[in-house]
């Protein structure tokens, strides 16, 4: 039985401050409710540090956005694994979509950054999906498992990655993909997890859906045989509706 785990991104929004108090209600809404599943929050770089002190103690987890796959040296504007290790972060996703429209990131770097983060001792979120475009020619399998296939390129055990398939028409848009879409593409993802990691180990990856996770929808898509769990973008940043979606995960 595969553990579910709902992750709040929250992007590009919010001052420290503003982190620490969504951070603190977060923590007090869900109280002790969660322990059948993981969650945690995402919130900037300047606000990993104040997040961290504010869900100590608590089963929320600290997850970063992002980490460049250097240790360290003359990388401007970048942050490292061992940087986000030591302010106490878990989980860092790696290769969201936002990364790769507006920030140039591939398959490469992305494998690169996947393979910082485990030997840092902390577990990657692999970000995948397939554009409008790619949805609408019938090229979502092809897309999807080939970055599967290269973000994960000579990571050789995969007990600490998760994947997200985040439908990018769907992120952001109000356009959720419909439970039977979200759960076609994660029996595709879990087929090729089996395909290059063995059966056992399809068995435990867990796939998390992002894509306009809402508390309206996300009970029925995380009933699905094959999602474990949700990225969640605009609804992390209300406390009550990202609380809301993790009990639904619970
Ligand atoms: C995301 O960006 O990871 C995401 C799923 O966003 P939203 O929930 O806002 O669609």
Wanted: charged share 20%.
């Amino acid at each position: 039985m595969r553990r579910k785990i709902v992750v709040g991104n929250w992007k590009m929004n919010k001052t420290v401050a503003e982190s620490a108090e969504l951070a603190s209600a977060v923590v007090a809404a869900l109280g002790n409710d969660c322990s059948a599943c993981e969650a945690g929050i995402a919130p900037t770089y300047p606000a990993l540090d104040a997040v961290g002190c504010t869900i100590k103690g608590s089963e929320v987890l600290l997850v970063a956005q992002n980490c460049h796959y250097e240790d360290d040296g003359a990388y401007t504007g970048e942050v490292s694994t061992g940087m986000l290790k030591a302010v106490g972060c878990s989980y860092v996703i790696i290769g969201h979509s936002e990364r790769r429209q507006y920030f140039g990131e591939t398959d490469a770097t992305v494998n690169l950054r996947i393979k910082k983060v485990l030997a840092a001792g902390m577990k990657a979120i692999l970000c995948v999906g397939e554009t409008l475009d790619e949805r609408e020619s019938g090229a979502f399998e092809a897309v999807v498992s080939s970055q599967v296939t290269g973000g994960l390129q000579g990571v050789v055990d995969i007990s600490d990655i998760v994947i997200a398939y985040e439908p990018v028409w769907a992120i952001g848009t109000g356009r959720t993909a419909s439970s039977e879409q979200a759960q076609e593409v994660h029996k595709i993802i879990r087929n090729k997890v089996a395909e290059l990691y063995g059966a056992a180990a399809a068995e435990a990856v867990r796939i998390q859906y992002g894509g306009s996770v809402k508390p309206s929808n996300a009970a029925e898509l995380f009933a699905m045989p094959d999602i474990d769990g949700g990225l969640i973008g605009g609804a992390a940043l209300k406390a009550e509706d990202f609380v809301a979606i993790v009990k639904a995960a619970c």
